[in-house]
């Protein structure tokens, strides 16, 4: 299945990269903290943005004139290697919400693993055979477009069906001949700023086995998961049958952190391995049979469902997943007044709780709806 941007009109909601936090952290003293930093620290200036902002007929125009507020405000005390990093980081963002935006409506899975893997390799094979599975079922992949595993899922998915989302090292290739030359290649100088572009635009994360960047990016999405700072999405780990890469990297995490209580046993459901392209392709559209995305409104979270739980399933659930609230119940919800603003997910079914921080235990919860 090939995507272009004329096919995709309706725009889903991508909450990749704002977290999971009730207000009680978002507001409050942060609030204040914003309130006081406000402005650019020159009235005449702010007052002659919200003129010129005042002409001109642009979105979320508050948020801009907030951002070049606070542009004023860095480049008073920012040297100029400073402002180069400001201003590379905002061009390199700019570029990669373009590329993107056409696409919001298709489903992304991004592939993760090493650019050394040859591509006479099973484990380069997999990758290869995953990137063409998930396109056929009318997914697209985002690898680093480098060579080896990424390479692989690029040349699986097909160039309609991929985005390369590069970074620019001293003396290496940039990006494969799968996706080299495509409009939706993107290179990158800061790793930051690529990160936040693969956590913003993927519905999905698969790893295949590799070095100290594979082991970065795998350990970051389980942080920002476990920490609520990131939507929960599927992790899937995946490498041929037979290999055991990630059973000593799983076991490796089980002895030396969850059996000494540097993680909790709940944050193993924020992953899980495969040895197939089924199990892969399975755990991923498995994930989505019922539930959604969710977000906090106030102290709730609140979880979209495709379908909503019955009265009995919602006793079963409450029951066991008690410990997860804090107080009250898991309960049936119609659209609160912040979504029906945002226009998120306006005619989806919902429940609602308030949760302890523990988002594995929130992970083994959409597994339960999804296995209603």
């Known amino acids: 299945m090939e995507h272009t941007p004329e096919k995709h009109e309706t725009e889903r909601q991508v909450a990749g990269v704002e977290p999971l936090e009730p207000a009680s952290v978002r507001t409050s003293a942060t609030r204040q903290r914003i309130r006081r930093r406000a402005g650019s620290g020159d009235a005449a200036l702010d007052a002659k943005i919200a003129e010129l902002l005042a002409g001109v007929d642009v979105p979320n125009a508050d948020l801009l004139q907030d951002t070049l507020e606070t542009a004023f405000r860095i480049a008073r005390t920012a040297n100029r290697g400073e402002m180069k990093l400001v201003r590379r980081s905002l061009h390199e963002l700019g570029r990669a919400f373009r590329v993107?935006?056409?696409?919001?409506?298709?489903?992304?899975v991004s592939v993760f693993g090493s650019a050394r893997t040859a591509n006479d390799d099973p484990e380069y094979a997999i990758a290869r055979d995953f990137g063409y599975e998930i396109a056929a079922r009318g997914w697209m992949v985002i690898t680093g477009a480098g060579p080896g595993i990424m390479a692989a899922g690029h040349e699986g998915a097909g160039k309609r069906?991929?985005?390369?989302?590069?970074?620019?090292?001293?003396?290496?290739?940039?990006?494969?001949?799968?996706?080299?030359?495509?409009?939706?290649l993107i290179d990158f100088k800061y790793f930051f700023t690529r990160k936040v572009t693969f956590m913003k635009e993927s519905d999905a994360f698969v790893l295949l086995p590799g070095g100290y960047g594979t082991m970065d990016e795998g350990f970051e999405l389980l942080t920002l998961m476990q920490t609520g700072k990131t939507a929960i999405r599927p992790v899937v780990l995946l490498e041929p049958k037979g290999g055991d890469y990630w059973r000593h990297w799983e076991r490796f995490v089980k002895a030396h952190l969850v059996d000494r209580g540097l993680a909790s046993p709940e944050d193993l459901a924020l992953f899980e391995r495969a040895n197939s392209i089924d199990a892969a392709v399975a755990i991923i559209e498995r994930f989505y049979t019922n539930y959604d995305s969710a977000r906090y409104v106030g102290e709730r979270l609140v979880i979209r469902l495709r379908r909503a739980p019955s009265a009995e399933q919602l006793e079963t659930l409450n029951d066991a997943f008690g410990d997860v609230v804090t107080a009250g119940r898991i309960e049936p919800i119609?659209?609160?007044?912040?979504?029906?603003?945002?226009?998120?997910?306006?005619d989806l079914a919902r429940i609602a709780l308030r949760p302890v921080h523990n988002f594995g235990r929130i992970r083994q919860l959409i597994d339960a709806l999804n296995a209603l």
Request: charge should be positive; glycine fraction near 20%.
């Open 334 to 346: 119609g659209i609160t007044p912040a979504e029906a603003r945002d226009g998120d997910g306006v």
């Open 161 to 184: 069906n991929s985005f390369g989302v590069g970074i620019k090292l001293p003396g290496e290739q940039s990006a494969n001949g799968f996706i080299a030359g495509d409009p939706k």
């Open 100 to 108: 993107f935006a056409p696409y919001r409506g298709v489903r992304k």
